[in-house]
């Protein structure tokens, strides 16, 4: 057994931990597990293609209630793990979250601190197929990218895939669900996909961690995940490092811009 | 004062202000007589902080060819703090509808104090004339339209 | 247009006549909105408002249309305008179709209210307070009150001796029966919102028990720790460590002072215990926490002196002649160290030419106070003519910039003390002061004889050094969420029209911690504050305006669209959004914590409603529904 699975179902042997949601091998991919008992264990895995966001299921009531559960996951669930306590949204003490080094360890957090610590310092490289897509539209003149995101969200089909798999997506009622006033028609449609878009990123503002998971979901394919990440870079650039997703919540008097005179 | 061009057109543009300053500098115009472009019209919020982006984008959808936002001077919200929280939100916004394609030439974002009526209508009149110059929306328009069925027209 | 019943017009709605046509067509046809098209609802509002309401309409499903101002007063008088107008009314049309009925919120107010700071501002508060009958609390930090003003000789420009105007007041506000005075106290903590605060004040333990003491003083001749530098004079005094910071203290009884007193520091000596006749002192008490439920705050913290060490040219604090402006002042009152004669702080001689420096860290961005400390110019004059009184055959010379005496007989008494004082005022800065044979040379320039250089022997120097925030100004203001600029000045929610408030409702401001000030406008901000106090205390309960923000509730098992992120908390300017834990009614488990909006804190403006991602909040009066009816109505043809 590998060292995760070996650790993982001594702490379910343990008992204190009743469940641990981890990685194993899919049909092409990584996927998600959830491993109630020593057996279990057994398939879990964990490398460079495990990207699956699994601090998505930890605010679903459905998967967790009053156990204690256990998280082997990547860089970014940590980082999703601390928005999402600075968002009241876990109680951390309901969780052991942990994530795996090089060497194939796992690094077991105690507390916030030590995460927020992690995640200061292990940061993955940025895509840099992402990047040069952003910068190919950034070149583009407007008309060119108003065709290009038209021609591309008018195949969304509307089906919220990459809001169901955005663990900072929990509102248990979205923006498109609310009907008065009717911001957003729910159906597909041209204007609306882009509208959805907006909304989407604008209240990631400052809270995305960058999984990209919400362009991996989208059935079609769509470049959504440039939108995210062009925020989040057009982000750092205005306001600095993230540090408690409080971007849209906070200011500061220097904040400085071009456009309002 | 107001222009006429070929196509007749006069741009429809909203203004969406706050109360304590620029609706009263609009007010200090009024009283002053300081004439101005009649293609905009002012809807009154409490705050700059209490505009939502989405009423933009819906004033675009339903027949907008520009857009006006403002409110007081940084460090001068009536409620501390609205007007900062507000520009935090447009510089995200803008970005992001640059990024997509959406004219942000077409929205004017301005700071007008209660004090500065002939202002008001010189940020009026100046995006009159530059939406005029720049014509109808009509792509956002057409996209907003997708399922209707009438064509689009303009007075 | 859809939805109107009944429409009418009217040279002058406003009028009389013109408002009972809107009151007797609301009653004819059961209306249940209006739209008046008028001059701006900025005008008028409330006035309409009014009507509606006195009509058994719901004031607040009345909208004014701004046909004015921002209409007919702006554009030509064409078809355009016309059509302008016509799109504004249908706009508040259907605005006010989504309007809902509101009615005035009602807090309750506690009745009594805090004064934080014993000065002179705190002093005139609390007396204008408790003269209209009022519950007063009034904190100070020191043993006694009085503050700066009580250190002062003589005042400007009647030159009254200080403590003859001030300890009156300070006698009248121990003895006022409806004033509770606590020194040696501090705020610690301050909760709740207008009307309703609590305040947590700590009392310093004294290792006196003021209810035994008499005052008869004997401990202090008896404590063996003489030689404490003393606070109240500047330092150029001594006391000891069982002490009243001046013979005229109110309350005149004295505490230990735990730093230098020998019993604290090395458990020895125990004199003064000995000694009491009364048995009034109590070693090793623990500071006291009260608890009061207060209605309204005023701060009046005042400010303190920029020390002479902050002038490394003028002399660092190395040379002990080189004073400020405060400890001249001690030099020249009665009952200061040197019983009023002007006297050198290193050999006791008397000085006779003394060099006085206005200006000195204020006006000045490059050492970071660019403010002008407003006062230095009147105390400047007040000294050196003091200083001529004293030592009639001195010579005083004043370096200054400018000479700011803006107030009733301020001119007059500076052009007294040039005059007729013959106080020899040179426009030009000070480069520098040093110490050559027991003399001060103070090198500094004439401007008004093109940069003459004037090169001074003097034998002390007064630094008329900048008034700065008060020690502790941030803490507190934090502590009582109000805010404060760069210089720890408390903000004012106005600087014009509301110059004794803070943007937190129920806390006002008076005196020098706002600003530096001078004691006629401090006296004057101090009863103002008081008056926004009795006017909030004087109502049965606090009615506000009801256009604030609320969080949506629903039926469980959601009970409100509400996530509890809290994001909205940290957005608010005013604090005003609540923690709420939603809890089974049997067992009293916490099911969920959603945000709740504070009826009594929230000012409106609606900076929470435009950020809510579920859009949880909404706001009266300009509800998410009703702006987008609005918008969409303007654009419809």
Request: glycine letters at 6%; charged letters at 25%; a neutral charge.
């Amino acid at each position: 057994m590998s060292k995760i699975s070996e650790k993982a179902a001594a702490l379910l042997q343990e008992g204190a931990i009743k469940m641990i949601i981890g990685y194993e091998q899919g049909t092409e991919h990584p996927r998600p597990i959830f491993c109630h008992t020593p057996e279990d264990c057994k398939k879990l895995i964990f490398n460079d293609q495990c990207k699956n966001n699994l601090a998505v299921y930890l605010t679903k009531k459905e998967i967790v209630d009053n156990d204690k559960i256990g998280v082997i996951g990547n860089f970014y669930v940590v980082k999703t793990v601390i928005q999402l306590f600075l968002e009241n949204q876990i109680h951390l003490d309901h969780f052991l979250i942990m994530t795996v080094d090089e060497a194939g360890d796992i690094i077991t957090f105690g507390n916030i601190d030590e995460m927020k610590q992690y995640v200061a310092s292990h940061e993955p490289p940025a895509n840099p197929t992402v990047l040069a897509a952003i910068e190919k539209i950034d070149k583009m003149s407007r008309e060119e990218r108003w065709a290009y995101w038209k021609t591309e969200l008018s195949k969304c089909i509307r089906c919220y895939a990459c809001r169901a798999a955005c663990p900072l997506c929990y509102c248990n009622r979205c923006i498109t669900d609310v009907n008065c006033p009717q911001w957003l028609e729910p159906w597909s449609a041209p204007l609306s996909n882009i509208e959805w878009q907006i909304n989407r990123i604008m209240h990631m503002s400052g809270r995305c961690v960058g999984c990209g998971e919400c362009a991996a979901a989208c059935p079609l394919e769509l470049p959504i995940g440039l939108l995210t990440k062009k925020m989040g870079m057009d982000i750092k650039d205005s306001f600095g490092e993230w540090k408690d997703g409080n971007v849209l919540s906070t200011y500061k008097v220097g904040d400085k811009e071009n456009f309002i005179h | 004062m107001i222009e006429q061009n070929n196509n007749n057109f006069e741009p429809r543009i909203i203004a969406f202000v706050c109360n304590w300053c620029t609706y009263a500098g609009a007010d200090l115009a009024g009283t002053s007589r300081i004439k101005y472009a009649s293609n905009v019209d002012i809807v009154r919020f409490p705050c700059t902080g209490r505009i939502d982006f989405m009423l933009l984008l819906k004033a675009f959808a339903k027949g907008a060819d520009g857009i006006i936002v403002s409110g007081c001077h940084p460090n001068d919200c009536h409620y501390t703090s609205g007007n900062f929280h507000a520009r935090r939100r447009w510089m995200v916004f803008r970005d992001m509808l640059n990024f997509l394609g959406i004219d942000v030439e077409r929205i004017r974002w301005s700071w007008v104090s209660a004090a500065e009526g002939a202002k008001w209508a010189d940020v009026v009149n100046k995006t009159v004339h530059k939406i005029r110059e720049m014509g109808p929306y009509t792509e956002y328009k057409k996209a907003a339209m997708f399922l209707e069925k009438e064509k689009i027209s303009y007075e | 247009m859809a939805g109107v019943e009944f429409a009418t017009d009217y040279k002058y709605m406003c009028s009389d006549p013109g408002q009972n046509l809107i009151k007797q067509a609301i009653k004819e046809h059961h209306l249940d909105g209006v739209v008046v098209g008028s001059c701006s609802p900025r005008m008028h509002e409330m006035t309409f408002r009014k009507v509606c309401s006195e009509a058994g309409m719901n004031p607040y499903l009345c909208e004014i249309a701004n046909l004015r101002e921002q209409c007919s007063w702006v554009h030509e008088k064409c078809d355009a305008t016309t059509n302008k107008a016509i799109e504004i009314v249908r706009g508040l049309v259907e605005k006010v179709k989504r309007n809902k009925p509101l009615q005035a919120i009602e807090v309750p107010i506690s009745k009594k209210a805090l004064v934080i700071g014993g000065g002179i501002a705190g002093i005139q508060a609390s007396l204008d307070i408790a003269n209209c009958g009022h519950q007063v609390i009034l904190v100070e930090q020191s043993p006694s009150i009085g503050g700066h003003m009580s250190q002062l000789s003589e005042t400007f420009p009647t030159l009254d001796c200080s403590q003859c105007i001030l300890t009156p007041r300070m006698v009248e506000v121990a003895q006022h029966p409806n004033i509770t005075l606590y020194t040696y106290a501090e705020l610690e903590k301050l909760e709740g919102f207008i009307g309703n605060f609590k305040a947590t004040i700590r009392l310093k333990d004294k290792s006196v028990d003021f209810s035994k003491c008499t005052g008869c003083g004997l401990c202090m001749t008896k404590c063996p720790q003489k030689k404490i530098p003393s606070e109240f004079n500047e330092g150029l005094g001594t006391r000891t460590a069982i002490y009243t910071p001046s013979p005229q203290a109110v309350p005149n009884k004295p505490v230990i002072d735990r730093e230098n007193c020998n019993y604290y520091k090395k458990g020895v000596c125990k004199i003064c215990q000995k000694f009491c006749p009364t048995g009034a002192i109590e070693y090793d008490k623990a500071d006291k926490f009260i608890t009061e439920e207060i209605g309204a705050v005023v701060v009046t913290t005042g400010f303190n002196v920029l020390k002479t060490d902050f002038f490394s040219e003028y002399g660092y604090g190395k040379y002990k002649d080189v004073i400020t402006g405060l400890q001249f002042e001690r030099l020249a009152s009665a009952s200061g160290p040197t019983l009023g004669e002007i006297r050198r702080p290193s050999d006791g001689q008397i000085p006779k030419k003394i060099v006085f420096i206005a200006c000195c860290g204020s006006r000045d961005p490059a050492k970071g106070l660019a403010y002008c400390s407003k006062i230095c110019c009147m105390y400047t004059a007040k000294h050196a003519m003091l200083y001529q009184h004293k030592v009639p055959d001195g010579e005083s010379t004043v370096f200054y910039m400018d000479i700011r005496a803006g107030g009733k007989n301020y001119e007059e008494f500076v052009r007294r003390a040039i005059e007729e004082e013959q106080v020899n005022y040179v426009r030009g800065r000070v480069a520098r002061v040093y110490e050559k044979n027991g003399k001060l040379i103070v090198k500094g320039a004439d401007t008004l004889l093109n940069a003459k250089p004037v090169e001074i022997e003097a034998d002390m120097v007064v630094l008329a050094t900048a008034s700065i925030a008060n020690n502790g100004a941030e803490d507190l203001a934090q502590k009582m969420h109000i805010s404060y600029d760069p210089y720890h000045f408390f903000a004012e929610a106005h600087p014009k029209l509301r110059p004794v408030e803070t943007n937190t409702a129920g806390i006002f401001l008076a005196g020098a911690c706002q600003a530096p000030k001078d004691i006629p406008e401090t006296v004057a901000a101090a009863s103002g504050a008081a008056v926004k106090v009795v006017s909030l205390l004087s109502k049965p309960t606090l009615v506000r305006e009801p256009l604030i923000a609320v969080v949506n509730r629903c039926a469980p098992p959601q009970y409100s669209t509400c996530v509890g992120c809290f994001m909205c908390q940290t957005i608010c300017p005013y604090q005003a959004i609540e923690r709420e834990d939603i809890t089974d009614r049997r067992t009293g488990q916490v099911i969920k914590t959603i945000a709740k909006i504070n009826p009594g804190l929230c000012q409106g403006c609606g900076t929470c409603v435009s950020f809510c991602r579920s859009k949880s909040i909404d706001i009266q009066g300009y509800s998410n529904e009703e702006m987008y009816a609005e918008v969409s109505a303007l654009l419809n043809k």
